[in-house]
DNA sequence: TCTGGGGTCCTAGGACCC
DNA sequence: TCTGGGGTCCTAGGACCC
């Protein structure tokens, strides 16, 4: 009970140094990295999700911002130069800038593509350097290795060492103590600390907490009182009690895995939505499968043109991540969210309650078994795939989310379809 | 057609049991 | 009889993150 308060009352003895690493414009780094000659250019990414995911230094001066339409900028920036996502390489890049890291730090985490933690406490006499010194001298290795550019917090907790890599950027180097919180916090906006987001600020704003100093100033038993525990370990945090603890674990543990598609135009036939639902699956069933994982449960949404979630639970009497089974599981479902008259843009299908597949025991009803023949075939598609390249192999439902179907199919070719299988 | 995609964690409240 | 008072387990949904 109370666990992050009882650990912190142990480990507040102990002063410690959080490092945390936060790529600059990560995405359009890794492009330049990758191109040299894009370098000083205004350069967005995002071009297939039709929304900027990320924008150069020299894209954000010209009045770009984040998740702005692709059109627009196309139209009010035409000398933008716009790429696709190119998310093997972000990833390669990713694992390459932790990398270097790891030869500081034993404790890192990666927290995201292009964050990462690590614990540098105790290091400065086995590396002969000063931390900062340990900072500076991953920053120029990232940099002159892999021609990235990144910013580095060097605080006592997680959220300091945050609110620090924030501090100057691009390429900066930030260190707060725990003498120097305030001068930070004082000019730091509530809605800035990692953790409180819109909804939180507007109730903290109504107490009249505006920078996360006037939080900071809140007596604990205040914030027990108004707010739930995360926010408790946030206060913690700012106060420079080490809460959050480093997870090293790598990042193959999933507890969920999700797939989506949004769809243009925006669309009321069955036989499309099924189709996509479909795709969807076999894409989370893939990536199940990848980490050997198999799920319990299964949920649907459907969101409508008006962002309306329409959702949907199914407990899995046998665990599968054969993906013939869960559409089976879909096609029933389908029909309690579907309704005539709206308009959809979204599909989505989650994966929970993952457990090793070694773990699943067969069951009584034969699903295991028959999971079991299309674990065979699956094998080889996963096979090919990694032979040749991603989405070559699909079902035959699936195949009407590739194919621009036609509109207004009746549903009995649906269902011939998913017979089919 | 301003608003994509993939995650985690916490809480409130209902169901069920004694 | 003016309907306590716990537990526990599960689910839906909120909030937040990059």
Redesign the pocket.
Known sequence: MDNGVQKNKINSQKIKTIFHMDGDAFFVGVEVAKNPKLKGLPVVTGEE???V?ALSYEAKALGITR?M?IFRVKKDFPKVLILPGDYKSYARYSSMMFDIVKRYADDVEE?????CFADLTGLEPSLKMTYKQIAERIKLEVNEELGLSISIGLAPTKVLA?VASKWIKPNGLTIINRENISDFLIKTPIEK?????????VLLNSYGIKTAQDFYLKKIEWIREKL???YEVIWQELHGIYTMEIDPKPRT??????????F???TNDKVFLLSQFSKNIE?ACT?ARHYSLIPK?I?FFLKT???VYI?C?A?LTSPSNAPEILISILQNKFKEMYKKGIIY??T?V?LHDLVPSHSSQADLFGGTERAGKFEHIHKHIDFIEKKYGKHLVYLASTLNALKNKKKGTDSDDLDRDLLFL
Do not use: A, L
């Open positions: 999700r039709g929304i995911s998740g339409p927290y995201s593509i292009d964050e945050k600390i990692w953790g409180i987001g819109p909804r939180t600020s739930s525990s995360p543990e999933y507890s969920s895995i999700q797939r989506t598609r949004s243009h135009p925006f894409e990536k449960k949920s043109k008006d962002f959702n639970v407990t843009r979204t989505g989650t």
